[in-house]
């Protein structure tokens, strides 16, 4: 009960031009998406040695990159993933605190008022603490697809409201907690007031931007 042991792994990721490199090396992200569907246990699942049985099978596939759609995974999730060598996007998913009420969302919670901005930081960076020493998890995202209105703005077609400074706050701490971790708004989405390292988003939107 008086120590504890932790592993820990660096890892040299960046987006450059067009191009993400790991150690300086263009690396050509072949992602696959989790639900966080776990049968066996019908929560997160914290079993590391299943954990490494299934990424040890997307690495075989030929996987390089799993996106963690909507969630943050559990630490023995990311274990594993040290482990394989997969590199893991870990995504907020706070629909209603960050993006706000609309037709597709109706189900969001919480309420995307200005006294969750805080909560939302914190809950931002006790993440990024959380998982620092994982070299698997060096993508954050803070939601999934998303567009973007200006700071202030309630479009009136879908009642979508966002929070930019709070995004670009947690943009900036998570830099200075891990400097060569990439960070991005949203996934599936595009803005040009918003922070992104890269985009993840349909072919067409190359020509749209200079990230890759």
Request: aromatic share 12%.
């Amino acid at each position: 009960m008086d120590v504890r042991s932790e592993r820990i792994g660096f890892v040299k990721i960046k987006a450059e031009g067009k191009h993400i490199r790991i150690a300086d090396e263009p690396y050509y992200m072949r992602g696959t998406g989790d639900f966080v569907h776990c049968p066996e246990t019908g929560c997160p699942d914290t079993d590391r040695e299943r954990w490494r049985r299934k990424l040890e099978t997307l690495r075989d596939y030929g996987y390089n990159y799993v996106r963690c759609q909507s969630h943050v995974p559990v630490p023995e999730y990311l274990d594993a993933a040290d482990e394989v060598g997969l590199i893991v996007q870990s995504e907020a998913g706070r629909l209603g605190a960050w993006g706000g009420m609309n037709q597709y969302h109706t189900y969001s919670w919480p309420q995307p008022v200005p006294e969750y901005r805080e909560h939302l930081r914190r809950q931002w960076n006790l993440v990024v603490t959380r998982d620092i020493s994982h070299p698997s998890a060096s993508i954050y995202c803070m939601s999934n697809e998303f567009p973007a209105f200006p700071s202030g703005d309630n479009d009136a077609r879908n009642n979508t409201i966002f929070f930019p400074r709070t995004a670009w706050q947690c943009y900036e701490e998570t830099k200075s907690l891990r400097p060569a971790a990439l960070v991005l708004w949203t996934d599936g989405g595009f803005s040009e007031i918003l922070p992104a390292d890269f985009l993840n988003a349909e072919a067409v939107m190359d020509k749209k931007t200079e990230l890759p």
